[in-house]
Protein backbone atom coordinates (compact mmCIF):
# COMPACT_ATOMS: atom_id res chain seq x y z
CA UNK A 1 0.00 0.00 0.00
CA UNK A 2 2.71 2.10 1.35
CA UNK A 3 3.88 1.82 -2.70
CA UNK A 4 0.62 1.87 -4.20
CA UNK A 5 0.31 5.49 -1.86
CA UNK A 6 3.63 6.99 -3.21
CA UNK A 7 3.37 5.89 -6.75
CA UNK A 8 0.13 7.78 -6.36
CA UNK A 9 1.51 10.38 -4.94
CA UNK A 10 4.35 10.61 -7.97
CA UNK A 11 1.61 10.47 -10.62
CA UNK A 12 -0.36 12.97 -8.44
CA UNK A 13 2.76 15.09 -8.05
CA UNK A 14 3.79 14.33 -11.84
CA UNK A 15 -0.07 15.67 -12.83
CA UNK A 16 0.80 18.76 -10.82
CA UNK A 17 3.63 19.69 -12.56
CA UNK A 18 1.99 18.70 -16.36
CA UNK A 19 -0.43 21.32 -15.48
CA UNK A 20 1.87 24.06 -13.98
CA UNK A 21 3.82 23.97 -17.07
CA UNK A 22 0.38 23.70 -19.45
CA UNK A 23 -0.34 26.66 -17.21
CA UNK A 24 2.46 28.52 -17.81
CA UNK A 25 2.83 28.11 -21.83
CA UNK A 26 -0.98 29.43 -21.70
CA UNK A 27 -0.23 32.86 -19.81
CA UNK A 28 2.69 33.62 -22.51
CA UNK A 29 5.91 34.15 -20.35
CA UNK A 30 7.98 31.66 -22.38
CA UNK A 31 8.82 28.30 -23.01
CA UNK A 32 10.03 26.78 -19.72
CA UNK A 33 13.60 24.97 -19.99
CA UNK A 34 14.25 21.48 -19.15
CA UNK A 35 15.59 21.73 -15.80
CA UNK A 36 12.36 23.32 -15.37
CA UNK A 37 10.56 20.24 -16.73
CA UNK A 38 12.49 18.24 -14.53
CA UNK A 39 11.94 19.50 -11.56
CA UNK A 40 8.89 21.17 -10.07
CA UNK A 41 8.58 25.11 -10.18
CA UNK A 42 9.76 26.53 -6.15
CA UNK A 43 8.98 29.86 -4.76
CA UNK A 44 12.08 32.83 -5.06
CA UNK A 45 14.13 32.97 -2.38
CA UNK A 46 15.32 36.80 -3.12
CA UNK A 47 13.37 40.12 -3.14
CA UNK A 48 11.19 40.34 -6.59
CA UNK A 49 12.40 41.69 -9.39
CA UNK A 50 12.41 45.51 -9.99
CA UNK A 51 9.82 46.76 -12.16
CA UNK A 52 11.66 47.94 -15.78
CA UNK A 53 10.93 51.90 -16.05
CA UNK A 54 12.09 51.74 -19.67
CA UNK A 55 9.85 52.18 -22.03
CA UNK A 56 8.63 48.89 -23.88
CA UNK A 57 10.34 47.86 -27.29
CA UNK A 58 7.62 48.67 -29.49
CA UNK A 59 8.62 52.72 -30.12
CA UNK A 60 11.51 51.96 -32.79
CA UNK A 61 8.66 50.72 -34.75
CA UNK A 62 6.37 53.93 -34.33
CA UNK A 63 9.83 55.99 -35.05
CA UNK A 64 9.87 54.44 -38.54
CA UNK A 65 6.00 55.21 -39.11
CA UNK A 66 6.49 58.42 -38.01
CA UNK A 67 9.70 59.29 -40.16
CA UNK A 68 7.65 57.86 -43.24
CA UNK A 69 4.88 59.82 -42.87
CA UNK A 70 7.27 63.30 -42.56
CA UNK A 71 8.84 62.09 -45.41
CA UNK A 72 5.74 61.88 -47.64
CA UNK A 73 4.65 65.39 -46.58
CA UNK A 74 7.99 67.04 -47.66
CA UNK A 75 7.74 64.72 -50.82
CA UNK A 76 4.21 66.15 -51.10
CA UNK A 77 4.91 69.54 -50.07
CA UNK A 78 7.75 69.80 -52.80
CA UNK A 79 5.65 68.57 -55.98
CA UNK A 80 3.14 71.18 -54.82
CA UNK A 81 5.47 74.20 -54.40
CA UNK A 82 7.13 72.67 -58.06
CA UNK A 83 3.61 72.81 -59.67
CA UNK A 84 2.91 76.43 -58.42
CA UNK A 85 6.46 77.67 -59.95
CA UNK A 86 5.32 75.56 -62.88
CA UNK A 87 2.10 77.78 -63.28
CA UNK A 88 3.91 80.75 -62.53
CA UNK A 89 6.22 79.84 -65.26
CA UNK A 90 3.70 79.28 -67.68
CA UNK A 91 1.61 82.85 -66.47
CA UNK A 92 4.54 84.94 -66.69
CA UNK A 93 5.01 83.11 -70.28
CA UNK A 94 1.55 84.38 -71.00
CA UNK A 95 1.75 87.82 -69.71
CA UNK A 96 4.79 88.22 -72.03
CA UNK A 97 3.19 86.65 -75.02
CA UNK A 98 0.07 88.93 -74.72
CA UNK A 99 2.49 92.22 -74.24
CA UNK A 100 4.02 91.35 -77.43
CA UNK A 101 0.99 90.49 -79.20
CA UNK A 102 -0.34 93.85 -78.02
CA UNK A 103 3.04 95.71 -79.07
CA UNK A 104 3.05 93.93 -82.49
CA UNK A 105 -0.04 95.29 -83.01
CA UNK A 106 0.15 98.53 -82.21
CA UNK A 107 3.13 98.86 -84.56
CA UNK A 108 1.65 96.71 -87.22
CA UNK A 109 -1.81 97.70 -87.80
CA UNK A 110 -3.81 95.11 -89.51
CA UNK A 111 -3.44 95.39 -93.13
CA UNK A 112 -7.32 95.84 -94.79
CA UNK A 113 -7.49 95.42 -98.99
CA UNK A 114 -9.63 98.13 -100.32
CA UNK A 115 -10.35 97.71 -103.65
CA UNK A 116 -9.48 101.31 -105.47
CA UNK A 117 -12.54 103.59 -106.07
CA UNK A 118 -11.45 105.40 -109.45
CA UNK A 119 -12.54 109.27 -109.67
CA UNK A 120 -11.76 112.21 -112.11
CA UNK A 121 -11.84 116.04 -111.11
CA UNK A 122 -14.01 118.09 -112.69
CA UNK A 123 -13.27 122.11 -113.06
CA UNK A 124 -16.13 124.35 -113.15
CA UNK A 125 -14.56 128.14 -114.30
CA UNK A 126 -15.73 131.38 -112.75
CA UNK A 127 -18.45 132.95 -114.91
CA UNK A 128 -19.96 129.84 -116.15
CA UNK A 129 -24.12 129.57 -116.98
CA UNK A 130 -25.84 126.56 -115.90
CA UNK A 131 -26.36 126.72 -119.75
CA UNK A 132 -23.11 126.29 -120.77
CA UNK A 133 -22.45 123.79 -117.95
CA UNK A 134 -25.33 121.49 -119.11
CA UNK A 135 -23.35 121.42 -122.74
CA UNK A 136 -19.94 120.70 -121.55
CA UNK A 137 -21.57 118.06 -119.60
CA UNK A 138 -23.12 116.61 -122.76
CA UNK A 139 -20.57 116.80 -125.01
CA UNK A 140 -18.37 115.15 -122.27
CA UNK A 141 -20.88 112.20 -122.49
CA UNK A 142 -22.00 112.53 -118.99
CA UNK A 143 -25.67 111.30 -118.63
CA UNK A 144 -28.14 112.92 -116.87
CA UNK A 145 -29.70 116.94 -117.36
CA UNK A 146 -27.47 119.49 -115.41
CA UNK A 147 -30.38 121.91 -116.67
CA UNK A 148 -33.01 120.09 -115.20
CA UNK A 149 -30.74 119.33 -111.76
CA UNK A 150 -30.18 122.87 -110.90
CA UNK A 151 -33.65 124.06 -111.04
CA UNK A 152 -33.93 123.34 -107.46
CA UNK A 153 -32.34 121.24 -104.05
CA UNK A 154 -33.22 120.17 -100.85
CA UNK A 155 -29.76 121.10 -99.98
CA UNK A 156 -30.10 124.68 -100.77
CA UNK A 157 -33.48 127.28 -100.75
CA UNK A 158 -32.99 130.82 -102.28
CA UNK A 159 -35.54 132.06 -100.48
CA UNK A 160 -33.17 132.29 -97.27
CA UNK A 161 -30.55 134.71 -98.93
CA UNK A 162 -33.12 137.06 -100.02
CA UNK A 163 -34.33 135.64 -103.62
CA UNK A 164 -38.09 135.91 -104.47
CA UNK A 165 -40.27 133.40 -104.10
CA UNK A 166 -40.85 133.42 -108.18
CA UNK A 167 -37.08 132.13 -108.21
CA UNK A 168 -36.99 128.58 -109.43
CA UNK A 169 -33.24 128.20 -110.33
CA UNK A 170 -29.74 127.83 -108.59
CA UNK A 171 -27.89 130.28 -110.58
CA UNK A 172 -25.26 132.04 -109.21
CA UNK A 173 -25.14 129.48 -106.40
CA UNK A 174 -23.65 127.13 -107.91
CA UNK A 175 -20.10 127.45 -106.96
CA UNK A 176 -17.37 127.50 -109.18
CA UNK A 177 -14.00 125.14 -107.85
CA UNK A 178 -12.24 121.74 -108.88
CA UNK A 179 -14.29 119.11 -107.59
CA UNK A 180 -13.20 115.13 -107.24
CA UNK A 181 -16.29 112.75 -107.74
CA UNK A 182 -16.55 109.00 -108.84
CA UNK A 183 -16.53 107.44 -112.29
CA UNK A 184 -18.94 107.55 -113.66
CA UNK A 185 -19.48 111.14 -112.77
CA UNK A 186 -22.98 111.74 -111.38
CA UNK A 187 -24.99 114.92 -112.15
CA UNK A 188 -26.46 115.39 -108.90
CA UNK A 189 -22.95 114.62 -106.69
CA UNK A 190 -21.56 117.79 -108.80
CA UNK A 191 -24.57 119.72 -108.05
CA UNK A 192 -24.45 118.84 -104.40
CA UNK A 193 -20.68 119.65 -104.06
CA UNK A 194 -21.38 122.86 -105.77
CA UNK A 195 -23.95 123.99 -103.18
CA UNK A 196 -21.89 122.84 -100.19
CA UNK A 197 -19.03 125.19 -101.74
CA UNK A 198 -20.97 128.08 -101.90
CA UNK A 199 -22.24 127.76 -98.44
CA UNK A 200 -19.26 127.12 -96.77
CA UNK A 201 -17.10 129.97 -99.03
CA UNK A 202 -20.51 132.37 -98.48
CA UNK A 203 -20.04 132.74 -94.90
CA UNK A 204 -16.96 134.44 -94.78
CA UNK A 205 -18.30 137.30 -97.02
CA UNK A 206 -19.24 140.49 -94.34
CA UNK A 207 -22.59 141.80 -95.68
CA UNK A 208 -23.17 144.59 -93.54
CA UNK A 209 -21.93 147.50 -96.60
CA UNK A 210 -24.48 145.78 -98.47
CA UNK A 211 -27.42 145.68 -95.50
CA UNK A 212 -26.81 149.28 -95.16
CA UNK A 213 -27.42 149.81 -98.57
CA UNK A 214 -30.43 147.75 -98.24
CA UNK A 215 -29.11 145.28 -100.31
CA UNK A 216 -29.63 141.38 -99.59
CA UNK A 217 -27.08 138.55 -99.41
CA UNK A 218 -29.00 137.57 -103.32
CA UNK A 219 -28.59 141.18 -104.35
CA UNK A 220 -24.92 140.92 -103.71
CA UNK A 221 -24.45 137.72 -105.69
CA UNK A 222 -26.42 139.38 -108.35
CA UNK A 223 -23.94 142.21 -108.65
CA UNK A 224 -21.29 139.69 -107.91
CA UNK A 225 -22.35 137.91 -111.59
CA UNK A 226 -22.65 140.98 -113.23
CA UNK A 227 -18.65 141.46 -112.08
CA UNK A 228 -17.92 138.37 -112.99
CA UNK A 229 -19.47 138.88 -116.47
CA UNK A 230 -17.50 142.13 -116.91
CA UNK A 231 -14.20 142.62 -115.11
CA UNK A 232 -11.35 140.80 -115.95
CA UNK A 233 -8.66 141.44 -113.68
CA UNK A 234 -8.75 141.71 -110.05
CA UNK A 235 -8.32 145.47 -109.87
CA UNK A 236 -11.18 146.19 -111.88
CA UNK A 237 -14.09 144.27 -109.77
CA UNK A 238 -13.97 146.26 -106.95
CA UNK A 239 -14.55 149.35 -109.32
CA UNK A 240 -17.04 147.76 -111.53
CA UNK A 241 -19.30 147.16 -108.21
CA UNK A 242 -18.69 150.63 -107.20
CA UNK A 243 -20.44 151.63 -110.94
CA UNK A 244 -23.26 149.39 -109.87
CA UNK A 245 -23.88 150.52 -106.47
CA UNK A 246 -23.48 154.40 -108.10
CA UNK A 247 -26.19 154.13 -111.35
CA UNK A 248 -28.64 152.07 -108.77
CA UNK A 249 -28.07 154.78 -106.53
CA UNK A 250 -29.09 157.43 -108.95
CA UNK A 251 -31.92 155.10 -110.53
CA UNK A 252 -30.03 155.07 -114.00
CA UNK A 253 -30.23 152.06 -115.83
CA UNK A 254 -27.45 149.35 -115.36
CA UNK A 255 -26.55 149.17 -119.21
CA UNK A 256 -24.51 146.28 -118.40
CA UNK A 257 -23.14 143.80 -122.02
CA UNK A 258 -23.17 141.32 -119.84
CA UNK A 259 -26.72 140.60 -118.85
CA UNK A 260 -27.76 141.32 -122.21
CA UNK A 261 -25.81 138.49 -123.54
CA UNK A 262 -26.70 136.01 -120.55
CA UNK A 263 -30.41 136.74 -122.14
CA UNK A 264 -29.62 136.53 -125.77
CA UNK A 265 -26.88 133.55 -125.23
CA UNK A 266 -24.62 135.30 -127.66
CA UNK A 267 -20.80 135.47 -125.63
CA UNK A 268 -18.90 135.45 -128.64
CA UNK A 269 -19.70 138.04 -131.14
CA UNK A 270 -20.70 141.78 -130.80
CA UNK A 271 -24.49 142.23 -129.84
CA UNK A 272 -26.66 143.29 -132.61
CA UNK A 273 -29.35 146.18 -132.27
CA UNK A 274 -32.08 143.35 -131.90
CA UNK A 275 -30.19 141.75 -128.91
CA UNK A 276 -29.52 145.40 -127.49
CA UNK A 277 -33.50 146.37 -128.02
CA UNK A 278 -34.34 142.91 -126.51
CA UNK A 279 -37.49 142.81 -124.17
CA UNK A 280 -35.69 139.63 -121.71
CA UNK A 281 -35.96 141.41 -118.40
CA UNK A 282 -32.19 140.17 -118.17
CA UNK A 283 -32.02 143.18 -120.69
CA UNK A 284 -30.31 145.95 -118.42
CA UNK A 285 -30.53 148.42 -120.91
CA UNK A 286 -34.10 148.66 -121.14
CA UNK A 287 -35.04 147.49 -117.46
CA UNK A 288 -33.86 149.57 -114.26
CA UNK A 289 -32.60 147.72 -111.49
CA UNK A 290 -31.22 144.36 -110.99
CA UNK A 291 -31.44 141.35 -113.22
CA UNK A 292 -34.45 138.66 -111.41
CA UNK A 293 -32.05 136.54 -111.12
CA UNK A 294 -27.71 136.02 -110.99
CA UNK A 295 -26.36 135.37 -114.35
CA UNK A 296 -23.65 133.23 -113.71
CA UNK A 297 -22.09 131.48 -111.00
CA UNK A 298 -19.03 134.63 -109.86
CA UNK A 299 -15.80 133.42 -107.71
CA UNK A 300 -15.54 134.61 -104.22
CA UNK A 301 -13.29 137.52 -105.32
CA UNK A 302 -16.49 139.15 -107.13
CA UNK A 303 -18.80 138.27 -104.55
CA UNK A 304 -16.48 139.92 -101.99
CA UNK A 305 -15.89 142.75 -104.49
CA UNK A 306 -20.15 143.19 -104.66
CA UNK A 307 -19.68 143.27 -100.53
CA UNK A 308 -17.37 145.72 -100.22
CA UNK A 309 -17.37 147.97 -103.29
CA UNK A 310 -14.31 150.82 -104.47
CA UNK A 311 -16.10 154.32 -103.20
CA UNK A 312 -15.80 156.37 -106.39
CA UNK A 313 -17.75 158.40 -108.48
CA UNK A 314 -17.83 156.11 -112.15
CA UNK A 315 -20.92 155.53 -113.54
CA UNK A 316 -19.17 154.58 -117.06
CA UNK A 317 -16.30 152.25 -118.48
CA UNK A 318 -15.51 150.84 -121.05
CA UNK A 319 -12.32 147.99 -122.37
CA UNK A 320 -8.97 150.06 -122.59
CA UNK A 321 -7.38 148.89 -125.89
CA UNK A 322 -4.64 146.78 -125.47
CA UNK A 323 -5.16 147.04 -122.18
CA UNK A 324 -5.44 142.90 -121.59
CA UNK A 325 -8.05 143.11 -120.08
CA UNK A 326 -8.21 146.23 -118.09
CA UNK A 327 -10.71 149.06 -118.43
CA UNK A 328 -11.06 152.76 -118.64
CA UNK A 329 -13.39 154.39 -116.18
CA UNK A 330 -14.83 157.52 -115.84
CA UNK A 331 -17.79 160.18 -114.49
CA UNK A 332 -19.18 161.63 -117.07
CA UNK A 333 -20.72 160.99 -120.06
CA UNK A 334 -18.65 163.25 -122.21
CA UNK A 335 -15.08 161.42 -121.44
CA UNK A 336 -17.16 158.02 -122.05
CA UNK A 337 -17.70 158.87 -125.35
CA UNK A 338 -13.69 159.70 -126.15
CA UNK A 339 -12.79 156.72 -124.22
CA UNK A 340 -14.84 154.24 -126.52
CA UNK A 341 -14.19 156.11 -129.51
CA UNK A 342 -10.79 154.99 -128.71
CA UNK A 343 -12.11 151.45 -128.76
CA UNK A 344 -13.94 151.62 -131.22
CA UNK A 345 -11.08 152.41 -133.16
CA UNK A 346 -8.58 149.77 -132.34
CA UNK A 347 -10.77 147.31 -133.24
CA UNK A 348 -11.18 148.64 -137.02
CA UNK A 349 -7.70 148.87 -136.96
CA UNK A 350 -7.09 144.97 -135.61
CA UNK A 351 -10.07 143.76 -137.02
CA UNK A 352 -11.25 142.27 -133.89
CA UNK A 353 -11.49 142.77 -130.52
CA UNK A 354 -8.61 145.49 -129.03
CA UNK A 355 -8.64 143.83 -125.50
CA UNK A 356 -5.03 141.89 -126.11
CA UNK A 357 -2.94 143.56 -128.65
Not at 148 to 167: C, E, I, M
Not at 210 to 222: G, M, N, S
Not at 330 to 339: H, I, K, P, V
Request: positive net charge; aromatic residues 8%; contains cysteine.
Amino acid sequence: MADEQEQTMQESASDRQEDGSRHTDEDGAGAPSQASRAAPARAPLGPPPRASMRPPHRHAGSRSRTYRVHSQRRQGLARLIALLALLAAVAAVGVVVIVAVRHFSRSNPPVHHFVPIKTTNVTIIPGQTRRKVSALLKQQGVRGSYWQDTRTSPLLNPATYGAPATVHSLEGFLFPDTFNLRVPISIPALVADQLKDFKLRFQSVNLSYARQHHFTPYDVLIIASMVEGEAATARDRALVASVIYNRLRIGMPLQIDATTRYATGNYTRPLTPSQINSPSPYNTRNHAGLPPTPIDSPALASIQASAHPAQTNYLYFVVKPCGNGAMVFSSNYQQFLANQAQYQQARASLGRSPTHC
